[in-house]
């Protein structure tokens, strides 16, 4: 049994000899068959790449979705938003991938909020919560600040900054796209040049120097009028924006579930394990909680399979 998880901008495969990561932007047409060729075997799958704008509408882009995973491999099943197993195309299949972590989890950490933080966005989940979260669809879960659409390698600067203080002085920022998470959290030291797995936004190379003059260009600046300390300024600044708002929501989740901790997953799992006194996933899964959602959909079908 094989596990898929396919993103707008990422495919993720969990099998017996590991995680397999691929960027697989779907709105530039990228080959998703092509990309599961070399998968055999009965798959389990979960999706969210049906809101990529390349699809008039979700249900088109599960149809699709769908169609392009059954010419590679016939019997995949796909998990929906009801909990349960499907081989058409359904409006249940839409992103659901959230979901099948929850399940997965629900039972042993069923005391914890789980908050798993991907390169694009945040998934804060009440464990204890599973009956209520079945149907829950993104706009749904961006209501209840279940969903934080913001993650740490393809958020645009400009979306969370308005303005930054530079040297005392309120700057604003350009709206264009000149810098993304991942450059901040790379200057930073949260992430690594290997951990920058999509294209730069200048389709430049992934390092600290590079990332420092993308983020001067947040001000329309090169990095010799504001230095590297007022690139590192721009780049604290978004980070202590991007915490706020994922802890606030993780905040209210532990509120309104009565949970008692937090676990984490995803690139962010240590990051915020640290910033919100929590338990990463990391100890128990390994290389599988960077893909939780493709790891889960597999153990949940195991699972069904097995009742």
């Not at 915020?272 to 597999?298: C, I, K, Q």
């Amino acid at each position: 049994m094989i596990g898929i998880d396919i993103g707008g901008a990422n495919l993720k495969v969990v099998d017996d000899a590991g995680v397999h990561i691929h960027y697989c932007p779907l709105w530039q047409g990228a080959p998703l068959a092509d990309l599961l060729e070399p998968y055999a075997g009965p798959a389990a799958v979960v999706m969210s790449g049906e809101l990529a704008d390349c699809f008039a509408s979700k249900i088109e882009g599960i149809r699709w979705i769908v169609d392009a995973v059954h010419t590679v491999i016939p019997g995949a099943a796909f998990y929906g938003t009801d909990a349960a197993f499907h081989t058409r195309p359904v409006p249940d299949l839409a992103a659901a991938n959230w979901l099948a972590s929850a399940d997965y989890l629900r039972e042993e950490y069923a005391d914890a909020v789980l908050l798993d933080v991907g390169s694009t966005t945040a998934d804060v989940i009440p464990l204890n919560r599973f009956e209520s979260l079945k149907g829950l669809t993104d706009t749904r879960r961006l209501q209840k600040h279940y969903l934080v659409y913001t993650g740490m390698l393809r958020t645009n600067v400009a979306t969370l900054l308005s303005s930054v203080t530079l040297d005392g002085t309120v700057t604003p920022v350009s709206t264009e796209y000149f810098a993304a998470s991942a450059d901040a959290h790379l200057v930073l030291g949260h992430i690594t040049p290997e951990d920058y797995t999509c294209p730069a936004p200048d389709n430049g190379e992934k390092t600290p120097d590079a990332a420092l003059r993308r983020l001067a260009r947040v001000v329309c600046a090169d990095i010799d009028e504001i230095g590297k300390d007022g690139a590192l300024q721009i780049a604290r600044q978004f980070w202590q924006t991007q915490r706020t708002l994922i802890t606030r929501a993780v905040g209210r989740a532990l509120f309104q579930s009565d949970a008692d901790r937090v676990i984490t997953a995803g690139i962010g799992a240590d990051l915020f394990a640290r910033e919100l006194d929590g338990v990463t996933l990391n100890r128990e899964l390994g290389v599988f909680s960077d893909a939780l959602p493709a790891y889960a959909v597999r153990e949940v079908a195991l699972r069904v399979a097995g009742d």
